[in-house]
């Protein structure tokens, strides 16, 4: 097929020929296709095994069910101890457990739409290094500002504020900002997320979750801020 246009603007010179299933408007043959959202692999692999997971809680016994939380959910200052050592790793696995489906939903849904526009800027092992520090972040921060207290904490919201965290490099700033102005935008940036995020605490959230983490949304997102120019690719010369 030709890209031209015809005599009455149709592709192939045929004033009868229109619009063809299939092909975009606007779209000329010989032409670029338009670029189709795609997830990427690695997202893909954690909403599947955030999914699984989930789907396992739902259907075992009750009992082994409560088992499955227990050993993946975050527990903080059980009989006085901020996190037994032997537990550290579920200061990442708290991030794959999710209390309801609707709760499921939403972080699903933000890492799908913020994790795939950054998987663009990462790559896929820089991504999944991001994923495990902001999750830790958020752990960590739930711990430092609830000292003391015991909580049983799940869920993915401390990744998916991390995720906002990073977007203020790539929606807040611009290429040519510099010095004090990247400082009050990205300032600005920060009291806007965490008036936004103790409010949504305040509320009650969306998710039907018992209580809402403001503090791991706090750490997760300050961490994501904080690392992902240090994991971001430098622009090519």
């Known amino acids: 097929e030709s890209g031209g246009q015809g005599p009455e603007g149709r592709p192939g010179g045929n004033p009868r020929q229109g619009w063809r299933p299939g092909r975009q408007p606007g779209w000329q043959p010989g032409g670029p296709r338009p670029r189709a959202f795609k997830v990427p692999r690695a997202i893909l692999m954690l909403l599947g095994a955030m999914l699984v997971l989930h789907l396992l ?3 075992l016994p009750q009992g082994e069910a409560n088992a ?3 050993t993946l959910a975050l527990i903080i200052f059980d009989h006085g101890q901020a996190l037994d050592p032997a537990r550290f790793y579920t200061l990442v696995t708290h991030a794959f457990l999710h209390a309801n489906w ?4 939403l972080n699903g849904l933000w890492l799908l739409l913020l994790g795939s526009r950054l998987h663009q800027e990462l790559g896929a092992g820089r991504f999944l290094v991001f994923f495990l520090l902001t999750a830790v972040g958020g752990a960590a921060a739930q711990i430092l500002l609830d000292w003391g207290q015991f909580a049983v904490m799940i869920g993915a919201s401390g990744v998916v504020f991390g995720l906002l965290g990073a977007g203020g490099h790539l929606w807040v700033l611009q290429p040519g900002d510099r010095g004090l102005e990247r400082v009050k935008k990205i300032a600005w940036y920060c009291a806007v997320m965490m008036v936004l995020n103790l409010g949504y605490a305040m509320v009650g959230g969306f998710g039907g979750v018992d209580r809402i983490a403001w503090e791991a949304h706090a750490g997760g997102f300050f961490v994501g801020l904080a ?11």
Do not use: G, N
Not at 102 to 105: Q, R, V
Not at 227 to 237: E, G, K, Q, T
């Open 227 to 237: 690392v992902f120019p240090l994991l971001r690719s430098p622009p090519a010369a």
């Open 102 to 105: 609707l709760h499921l939903f």
């Open 68 to 70: 499955l939380t227990f």
């Open 57 to 59: 809680r739902v259907t």
